[in-house]
């Protein structure tokens, strides 16, 4: 799989669990971070030097924070999208209705004034490089509004898009269909749950009265997908941690995180924007990103589209209505999702690039 984040840390925020349960089920998770974070407030005094409008120092900080939140989720491929500082983080303001903005003044080299196609053709050679199943990014808002989550999102989504016609570009790689496309989601009742919470035990989360206050929750009735990851919560938390200048040890963050009862980071949330969601029976909410995706490798395009018999054949197997047999078969995790890749590199002996693929997407 693949995720496509603007800053250090807005990974772990919206994805830790995800991303510690996906490497540990020996999925491959790539992280592309689209820029350093410059530009975001240093929370710890003693690190204050580092911030933009002092010693500038931030950005390679921030690298080395992010490294050690991906050893600890164990996600061992993160990549800047360009290379570490190829963009600046453009940096935001909050507006007088509360929500996130672009500052005053914007400089040319940030990645909000990228060129759309220039920066999207630098993740369409790694979509057809990592041949993910699934991406994960941002909604069209970018979650909450900040000019760089809008911007990843637009990347990712013209990215996705190209990397996938055949006559694009074939100097960037072989064409790559991702098959399962999502938004990362705060439903509004789980925050607004967490909220009460935080209330009951006198937490100020923020200074935030009533769910009314968050203009980015999304309705419950959008959110197709829940990702419970309990067990890898620890790693979730620890992988914050390691984004030290951001998060501060005594912050809202962590008070609400330690509530008994609090799921408010627990479980993490997704739109699927493309693809088929794939329910377990009685499930109202899919609980597997990768839930009817095909692992086979034929999707490897020589220079051919993705063969429409394909898409008819995951409708087939993921179609809503194709019954539970169907998608417990599509969702039997794990473990058949590294037996089917370890089957395919065995079987695929002709064609190394091929095998070397399967393996890399898989795991
Ligand atoms: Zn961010």
Known sequence: MLLVHAHPDDETINNGATMA??????????????????????????????????????????????????A???VTDHRFLGGPGRFRDTGMLYDESGAATKPETIRPDTFWS??????????????????????????EHGGYGHPDHVQAHRVATYATSLAAAPSYRIDLGAPWAVQKVYWS??????????????????????DMESVEDLPFLIDDELVTTKVTARQHYDQKMAALRAHATQITEDGP???????DGSNAFADEYYRLVQGRAVRDAGDSLETDLFA????????????????????QRMAEVSGDDAGSEAASAATTGAESRAANGTAKVATEGASVARNEGVARAVG
């Open 114 to 139: 990228a060129d759309l196609l220039e920066a999207a053709d630098l993740l369409v050679s790694i979509i057809r490089e990592i041949r993910p199943q699934v991406l994960v990014t941002y909604d």
């Open 185 to 206: 989601a705060s439903p509004r009742s789980v925050m607004a749950e967490a909220l009460e919470l935080a209330k009951k035990a006198g937490i100020n989360f923020f």
């Open 72 to 74: 600890v989720l164990g």
């Open 253 to 259: 963050f962590f008070a609400l995180a330690g509530l």
């Open 292 to 311: 009817g995706v095909q692992l086979d490798d034929d999707r490897l395009g020589d220079s051919d589209a993705v063969p429409p018999a394909q898409h």
């Open 21 to 70: 349960k996906y490497v540990a089920e020996g999925a491959q998770v790539t992280l592309v971070t689209c820029t350093r974070g410059e530009e975001g407030e240093v929370l710890v005094p003693e690190l204050a030097h580092l911030a933009a409008a002092d010693g500038d120092g931030l950005g390679p900080h921030r690298e080395g924070e992010l490294a050690a939140a991906m």
